[in-house]
């Protein structure tokens, strides 16, 4: 399985978070599925660090590549192709970070690792 992780997912993992469920890490450690994160959960984060909504112990710019690495968590740039997506998209979801993850998942045929019940309307697929 090819999976799109959201934000909140690759954070717990990073943290190594009890708000993580056990049936999400088998999913994550799982040999066979291949793990992605996209550029705009870097910059989502890198927001909520300068904002101080979100507090970490080193340089984020250190942290997540190394992270990325260390799980083999693919990179996924932002193309033309899901900016365009992500801007069409109805807006049953307000955080335009998440409107891009459900283009890139719709757009990358993967499947978005996450919690939020709110891509339901988006008709992507979700595992959690």
Same mark, same amino acid.
């Given at each position: 399985?090819? +999976?799109? %992780?959201?934000?909140?997912?690759?954070?717990?993992?990073?943290?190594?978070?009890p708000a993580l469920p056990p049936r999400a890490?088998? +999913?994550?450690?799982?040999?066979?599925?291949? %793990?992605?994160?996209?550029?705009?959960?870097?910059?989502?984060?890198?927001?909520?660090?300068? %904002?101080?909504k979100l507090t970490v112990s080193t340089d984020?710019?250190r942290i997540i590549p190394k992270h990325m690495?260390?799980?083999?968590?693919?990179?996924?740039?932002?193309?033309?192709?899901?900016?365009?997506?992500?801007?069409? %998209?109805? $807006?049953?979801?307000?955080?335009?970070?998440?409107?891009?993850?459900?283009?890139?998942?719709? $757009?990358?045929?993967?499947?978005?690792?996450?919690?939020?019940?709110?891509?339901?309307?988006?008709?992507?697929?979700?595992?959690?």
């Amino acid at each position: 399985m090819r +999976l799109l %992780l959201d934000t909140c997912a690759f954070l717990w993992m990073l943290d190594d978070s009890p708000a993580l469920p056990p049936r999400a890490r088998t +999913l994550m450690s799982e040999p066979a599925n291949e %793990l992605f994160l996209s550029a705009v959960s870097a910059w989502e984060i890198a927001i909520k660090v300068k %904002l101080g909504k979100l507090t970490v112990s080193t340089d984020i710019a250190r942290i997540i590549p190394k992270h990325m690495q260390r799980n083999s968590i693919e990179p996924l740039p932002i193309t033309h192709a899901h900016a365009l997506r992500a801007g069409s %998209l109805p $807006l049953h979801h307000s955080d335009p970070f998440d409107r891009m993850l459900v283009a890139q998942a719709d $757009l990358e045929h993967l499947t978005l690792l996450t919690p939020d019940r709110g891509f339901a309307p988006y008709g992507v697929k979700t595992r959690w």
